[in-house]
């Protein structure tokens, strides 16, 4: 708990040894182990807002935490959760590492500066979210506030929230730069800071309700930006990248890859986007909403790719590979046609599946008539629940000159529906309901296409792979191993099955383990 009687007005300790064993007596008493999710969540209460620091061989993952909901939203987040992990998959509950504090914790980012690590986090003065608050550790457990003096403020008083921070060479000598809401500092040391103005952002793209940095990095000679807000084009919260070739910009929008991740409908799975420094490569953290929406879980960590182009995108973590447990039968005796379709054909030869949907009579020559949607299922269900990974490959081909093909993957739902991912050649990805027994139709929900850094479609005829990361009713789709979306999926049945629309589609026997989680 907070130490209101520390000796000094600078200095509080949080979190003591027989704190920490009280509090896992009372989460043993609630919850045996971790409650599941894809892929970390608090066993009682909500993590917001995650951090992730690599630090000695082990990531220690940092959160604001809320034990009960409370009437005033700050007086909800007055905690600091932390769990480590050894792999980056499986992580261990160490508590809360900071409790009680007499003041609002909003969202946090910590660093090495010197011997000591540092947190920021964000908070408030009255009912005004306008500090930032310093604490230090040792050891990434034991944390004490550094006091008021240390406190940042923006020169108008108006909101500040979590600051990243990168250390750069400047003359011979490491210098920090932080990356808040609010605006851009430089640190001499990476304690006291210098304001130095609002961030540098150009062209003056509109953002709608709050512009958050998630945090920079400098990758090559880039230095990528990563900003959360609501931007045109997407209803939802979204991460956009910006660019720039100094650390204190002008940072400009990477206009072709633009959106990180995001959504274009009102469906909001996923969202924020920060880095976590590894000693050979940057990965990505960011977290999922539950689906009943009312706690938040740490996703899988993502690798970050730049392209030769140098574009910033999610990759697949090789790390995750750690999620793999048991391999599962994949049965396909009896895989058929779901539903009725004008000429289409479903084919088991060895290894692969082949859908055939041949494109409807034109309506003119250069237009293409209404879809024609196939699609089959595999005869094995499996536990989706309990989670699973599944990793394929799929190829479509034109079966004619005007109507451009698509082939993509479907998750059976109880009542003849299906979530389906629909890759198509004309540049775009979407994802929404399939509906059946009738004519096949497919609902969208959401899409991808110019100017997100996420898989647009995919190319006419040319082999790609798939990895689908599933587990309570939430999933993770990537496409030549760069994040297409992550999603909800309820209601479902285990069956996993492909489609294909307005040609053929050639689809592997998938590889499927279970997921190796608690």
Same mark, same amino acid.
């Given at each position: 708990?907070?130490?209101?009687?520390?000796?000094?007005?600078?200095?509080?300790?949080?979190?003591?040894?027989?704190?920490?064993?009280?509090?896992?007596? &009372?989460l043993?008493?609630? *919850?045996?182990?971790?409650?599941?999710?894809?892929?970390?969540?608090?066993p009682?209460?909500?993590?917001?807002?995650?951090?992730?620091?690599?630090?000695?061989?082990?990531?220690?993952?940092?959160?604001?935490?809320?034990?009960? =909901?409370?009437?005033?939203?700050?007086?909800?987040?007055?905690?600091?959760?932390?769990?480590?992990?050894?792999?980056?998959?499986?992580?261990?509950?160490?508590?809360?590492?900071i409790?009680?504090?007499?003041?609002?914790?909003?969202?946090?980012?910590?660093?090495?500066?010197?011997?000591?690590?540092?947190m920021n986090?964000?908070?408030?003065?009255?009912?005004?979210?306008?500090?930032?608050?310093?604490? =230090?550790?040792?050891?990434?457990?034991?944390? $004490?506030?550094?006091?008021?003096?240390y406190?940042?403020?923006?020169p108008d008083?108006?909101?500040?929230?979590?600051?990243?921070?990168?250390p750069?060479?400047?003359?011979?000598?490491t210098?920090?730069y932080?990356?808040? *809401?609010?605006?851009?500092?430089?640190?001499?040391?990476?304690?006291?800071?210098?304001?130095?103005g609002?961030?540098?952002?150009?062209?003056?793209?509109?953002?709608?309700?709050?512009?958050?940095?998630?945090?920079c990095?400098?990758?090559?000679?880039?230095?990528y930006?990563?900003?959360?807000?609501?931007?045109?084009?997407?209803?939802?919260?979204?991460t956009?990248?910006y660019?720039?070739?100094?650390?204190?910009?002008? &940072?400009?929008?990477?206009?072709?890859? &633009?959106?990180?991740?995001?959504?274009?409908?009102? =469906?909001?799975?996923?969202?924020?986007?920060?880095?976590?420094?590894?000693?050979?490569?940057?990965?990505?953290?960011?977290?999922?909403?539950?689906?009943?929406?009312?706690?938040?879980?740490?996703?899988?960590?993502?690798?970050?790719?730049?392209?030769?182009?140098?574009?910033?995108r999610?990759?697949?973590?090789?790390?995750?590979?750690?999620?793999?447990?048991?391999?599962?039968?994949?049965?396909?005796?009896?895989?058929?046609?779901?539903?009725?379709?004008?000429?289409?054909?479903?084919a088991?030869?060895?290894?692969?599946?082949?859908?055939?949907?041949?494109?409807?009579?034109?309506?003119?020559?250069?237009?293409?008539?209404?879809?024609?949607?196939?699609?089959?299922?595999?005869?094995?269900?499996?536990?989706?629940?309990?989670?699973?990974?599944?990793?394929?490959?799929?190829?479509?081909?034109?079966?004619?000159?005007i109507?451009f093909?698509?082939?993509?993957?479907?998750?059976?739902?109880?009542?003849?529906?299906?979530?389906?991912i629909l890759?198509?050649?004309w540049?775009?990805?979407?994802?929404?309901?399939?509906?059946?027994?009738?004519?096949p139709?497919?609902? *969208?929900?959401?899409?991808?296409? *110019?100017?997100?850094?996420?898989?647009?479609?995919?190319p006419?005829?040319?082999?790609?792979?798939?990895?689908?990361?599933?587990?309570?009713?939430?999933?993770?789709?990537?496409l $030549?191993?760069?994040?297409?979306?992550?999603?909800?999926?309820? $209601?479902?049945?285990g069956?996993?099955?492909?489609?294909?629309?307005?040609?053929?589609?050639?689809?592997?026997?998938?590889?499927?383990?279970?997921?190796?989680?608690?």
């Amino acid at each position: 708990m907070f130490n209101r009687h520390a000796r000094t007005k600078t200095c509080a300790r949080i979190v003591f040894p027989a704190a920490v064993v009280g509090w896992f007596v &009372f989460l043993a008493a609630v *919850v045996p182990g971790n409650a599941p999710a894809l892929l970390y969540r608090t066993p009682v209460g909500t993590l917001k807002d995650n951090c992730v620091v690599f630090h000695d061989g082990a990531f220690y993952l940092f959160a604001m935490y809320r034990r009960e =909901e409370k009437p005033r939203d700050q007086d909800q987040w007055r905690h600091v959760w932390l769990a480590t992990s050894t792999d980056g998959a499986h992580w261990r509950d160490v508590g809360p590492v900071i409790q009680d504090a007499p003041f609002g914790i909003y969202a946090m980012r910590v660093w090495k500066a010197g011997e000591r690590f540092l947190m920021n986090h964000g908070s408030f003065t009255g009912e005004a979210q306008d500090v930032l608050r310093l604490w =230090e550790s040792r050891d990434l457990v034991h944390w $004490n506030y550094l006091g008021p003096e240390y406190d940042i403020r923006r020169p108008d008083g108006q909101r500040i929230d979590h600051m990243d921070v990168i250390p750069v060479e400047e003359a011979g000598k490491t210098v920090y730069y932080g990356y808040a *809401v609010g605006g851009i500092l430089r640190s001499e040391d990476g304690l006291k800071w210098t304001w130095l103005g609002e961030l540098p952002l150009t062209d003056s793209i509109p953002t709608r309700v709050v512009q958050e940095p998630g945090g920079c990095q400098r990758i090559g000679d880039t230095y990528y930006l990563l900003v959360g807000g609501f931007y045109p084009g997407s209803f939802e919260y979204a991460t956009a990248t910006y660019i720039a070739e100094k650390p204190a910009g002008p &940072f400009r929008p990477d206009y072709p890859a &633009f959106r990180l991740n995001g959504y274009s409908g009102r =469906e909001l799975v996923a969202l924020w986007a920060g880095y976590c420094r590894l000693p050979d490569a940057v990965l990505l953290s960011n977290y999922m909403l539950d689906p009943g929406g009312r706690f938040w879980w740490h996703a899988p960590l993502k690798r970050a790719v730049v392209d030769d182009a140098g574009h910033l995108r999610m990759g697949y973590w090789k790390g995750n590979d750690a999620l793999k447990g048991a391999a599962l039968p994949c049965e396909t005796g009896r895989v058929q046609l779901a539903s009725s379709c004008s000429n289409c054909n479903v084919a088991v030869d060895g290894t692969q599946i082949t859908i055939t949907a041949p494109p409807r009579p034109h309506v003119r020559w250069i237009t293409p008539g209404k879809p024609n949607i196939a699609h089959a299922f595999l005869d094995t269900p499996f536990d989706l629940d309990a989670g699973c990974v599944v990793e394929g490959a799929l190829k479509v081909t034109a079966m004619d000159s005007i109507a451009f093909p698509a082939a993509g993957i479907c998750l059976e739902q109880h009542d003849q529906t299906a979530t389906a991912i629909l890759f198509g050649t004309w540049g775009q990805t979407e994802i929404g309901t399939l509906h059946w027994p009738e004519e096949p139709k497919l609902e *969208v929900a959401d899409s991808t296409g *110019v100017g997100c850094a996420t898989p647009a479609g995919m190319p006419v005829g040319e082999p790609c792979t798939f990895r689908l990361l599933i587990r309570k009713g939430i999933f993770e789709i990537y496409l $030549n191993d760069l994040l297409v979306q992550t999603y909800a999926a309820r $209601n479902l049945t285990g069956r996993i099955g492909f489609l294909v629309q307005d040609g053929q589609g050639v689809f592997n026997i998938p590889k499927t383990w279970k997921m190796d989680l608690p």
